[in-house]
């Protein structure tokens, strides 16, 4: 090959790289509908914080949310949406138990008492008065608290010990709710869970016909026959043992259920037909129990694992869960169900999956988020409801961490979601340090590589900060 035949060569090769930046600079994603997607030849080379974010997190799997977030991509990137969002006036908030002129404002920050960032509470009446009501009676009844979330508390991580906490100071044993099968059940330290003959479903592959919608978000449905199996850990005081074995059920056709102890009690129960929960118990100390039946088509709603006494917490965690499915729970379900459980405290822990470097308006998540809020208030009356807002989310561009930009507008979302339903707000960001915590925490190997999620070492920290405020509430 002769000289000139490598410039030529070399002067194609650049005219072609210079086309492709002239083309990646075209906004495409706008011009298009999205239809073509924008695109930067450097981008491996000098990565976007959009990108990096984009890589660092799972897909959204909420089928709910997608929806949400692609029908109101077309914000202005302001606090306010673009006309074109259609979703965001859809899911406007229609507040029927909150008069306007009761409604708080917001606080414009995390509160500190005490250097502890404290509870905010935007209802009507004291702080937490249901829970607090209910802890005076925790020697004589078990008092319930459901912390449901995502990923972020998935393993039982933060739930498992903050439930020892307040078992170690209210009493209490046990695990409290579990499903009845799990796609990574060695991932859990507070209980050791194998099952088999299930098929799981949940927010993630339920139809929008499925109305078998509870608090827990998700079932299972049993390939007869079917068997799940529980031991206890031996993590924490409260997980050596139990009290109370419950398994909660809709039997399409009759058939047997069994649950059977360590020591071998097993109590059969013989079932019909009945679209209505069914419960079979038994009482008795425990280190293991394990759930049988026969039944083809058999719903598994929940196992609880309780004491008799004191303080429980159920973990209630779904990767990828938005919280906003939580509007569509089944009414008369939910209020059947609370004939077994029933609760004082509701923790709603949500809001990471929904978070990008692009959006810089939740708006329309905060209303989807509180049209959740009110359908818990009506379904669950004998509870507080708290909003738990999103942890640090950290990017890391080269050598640096720092917090994604838009973290504090998801917060400002969910603070507005719970003042305009009226009730209790903790800003989780806040109180594990604010902005830049991502890297820091990570430095203290108490969050993952993906500057995201928790580890068990992270969530016994943040456990430890809530309960803080929870204290401060609790005794004002």
């Known amino acids: 090959m002769n000289d000139s035949s490598s410039r030529h060569i070399l002067a194609i090769l650049l005219s072609g790289i210079g086309g492709l930046l002239l083309l990646s600079l075209v906004p495409w994603s706008r011009l298009t509908g999205n239809v073509i997607k924008d695109f930067n030849i450097l981008e491996d080379l000098f990565p976007t914080e959009v990108k990096i974010a984009s890589a660092s997190t799972q897909a959204i799997v909420d089928p709910e949310l997608e929806a949400l977030m692609n029908a109101s991509s077309g914000t202005d990137g302001n606090d306010t949406p673009a006309p074109d969002a259609g979703t965001a006036t859809a899911d406007s908030l229609t507040v029927d138990s909150v008069l306007e002129a009761d409604i708080k404002e917001p606080a414009s920050e995390a509160p500190i008492i005490d250097g502890i960032v404290a509870i905010e509470n935007y209802g009507s009446g004291p702080t937490l008065a249901k829970f607090k009501k209910a802890l005076a009676q925790a020697s004589s009844r078990t008092v319930r608290i459901a912390v449901i979330g995502d990923s972020f508390i998935e393993g039982d991580i933060f739930c498992q010990d903050l439930r020892d906490i307040l078992q170690t100071r209210y009493g209490g044993c046990g695990i409290g709710f579990s499903a009845l099968y799990s796609e990574f059940p060695g991932f859990r330290q507070s209980i050791r869970l194998s099952a088999s003959g299930w098929t799981l479903k949940d927010i993630r592959n339920q139809g929008n016909s499925d109305t078998l919608r509870t ?19 031996k993590t924490f005081d409260g997980t050596k043992g139990w009290e109370r074995s419950s398994f909660v059920f809709i039997a399409p056709d009759s058939g047997s ?25 038994v009482s008795g100390r425990t280190e293991s129990l394990t759930v049988t039946s026969d039944v083809a088509g058999l719903i598994g709603l929940g196992v609880y694992l309780d004491g008799n006494t004191g303080v429980q917490v159920d973990c209630m965690s779904i990767r990828g869960n938005s919280g906003i499915g939580l509007r569509r729970l089944n009414r008369q379900l939910c209020r059947e169900m609370t004939q077994t459980a029933d609760y004082s405290l509701i923790i709603l822990e949500f809001g990471m999956n929904a978070l990008s470097a692009e959006q810089t308006n939740y708006n329309a998540y905060g209303a989807a988020m509180a049209k959740s809020v009110e359908r818990l208030k009506s379904l669950y009356p004998n509870a507080d409801i708290l909003v738990m807002g999103i942890g640090d989310r950290g990017i890391k561009n080269g050598s640096e961490i720092h917090s994604l930009h838009t ?26 340090g604010g902005d830049g915590t991502a890297a820091e925490w990570r430095k203290r190997q108490l969050i993952n590589a993906d500057y995201i999620h928790l580890n068990h070492a992270g969530g016994r920290e943040l456990a430890r900060l809530f309960d803080k405020a929870l204290n401060i509430a609790i005794n004002e």
């Open 407 to 432: 973290a504090s507008a998801m917060t400002k979302a969910q603070r507005k979601c719970a003042t305009e339903t009226g009730v209790h707000f903790w800003d989780t960001r806040a109180a594990m």
């Open 257 to 281: 259920v069994t649950l059977t102890l360590a020591d071998g009690t097993s109590k059969t129960l013989p079932v019909t037909g009945s679209r209505t929960p069914q419960n079979i118990s």
């Open 215 to 233: 608090l827990s978000g998700d079932y299972t449905i049993a390939n007869a026959p079917v068997r799940s199996s529980y031991k206890a850990s």
